[in-house]
T-cell receptor, first 113, second 116 residues
């Protein structure tokens, strides 16, 4: 079935360093890949997304890259700040035009001041 | 825009009782809403897709008679946990697609259910 794998499960970086989270997906028909940030006890917030017609998208310190051939996509956060500390989830849309999203397992990012 | 609310934010109930959770899209109409369950330190597990005016589509392994979903209007979907048991205790989150941004889902704040 449809599956999204996310790595690493935890990531600790020093403030100012970069953080990279990687995901792979199984359904070659997937064409929409959002990333969500979830703080403890809060709702997931969309931070960036990418569609399959582009290979990279950037929004200030956040960028996402997509390799459709390899079925990989990654989140890059540069100049990390303590407020970036949260759980990050990648997702891919399911096939069949249902609007469903299949989520990765999540990455807990800790940015040390 | 694209604000989703959920009520209640927290509920404690006794075993055997039923609990209703509401999910509302405040500034847009949502023909499709989604219900997720999230255990501590785990990912979002899709329970069902709620379709306005029709029956919900449940994911494999989710009991439809246990988790009743009603999507009676374009701004409201409800999830009722029937005959709740302690193992139903969890964080339940809904999301909605605003229909204008493709498949982008906007999440509600979640409902923490504790069944005693």
């Amino acid at each position: 079935g449809e599956n999204v794998e996310q790595h690493p499960s935890t990531l600790s970086v020093q403030e100012g360093d970069s953080a990279v989270i990687k995901c792979t997906y199984s359904d070659s028909a997937s064409n929409y890949f959002p990333w969500y940030k979830q703080e403890l006890g809060k709702r997931p917030q969309l931070i960036i997304d990418i569609r399959s017609n582009v290979g990279e998208k950037k929004d200030q310190r956040i960028a996402v890259t997509l390799n459709k051939t390899a079925k990989h996509f990654s989140l890059h956060i540069t100049e990390t700040q303590p407020e970036d500390s949260a759980v990050y989830f990648c997702a891919a849309n399911g096939s069949g035009n249902t609007g469903k999203l299949i989520f990765g397992q999540g990455t807990t990012l800790q940015v040390k001041p | 825009g694209a604000v989703v609310s959920q009520h209640p934010s927290r509920v404690i109930c006794k075993s055997g009782t039923s609990v209703k959770i509401e999910c509302r899209s405040l500034d847009f109409q949502a023909t499709t809403m989604f219900w997720y369950r999230q255990f501590p330190k785990q990912s979002l597990m899709l329970m069902a897709t709620s379709n306005e005016g029709s029956k919900a589509t449940y994911e494999q392994g989710v009991e439809k008679d246990k988790f009743l979903i009603n999507h009676a209007s374009l701004t409201l979907s409800t999830l009722t946990v029937t005959s709740a048991h302690p193992e139903d205790s969890s964080f339940y989150i809904c999301s909605a697609n605003d229909g204008t941004s493709g498949e982008t889902q906007y999440f509600g704040p979640g409902t923490r259910l504790l069944v005693l």
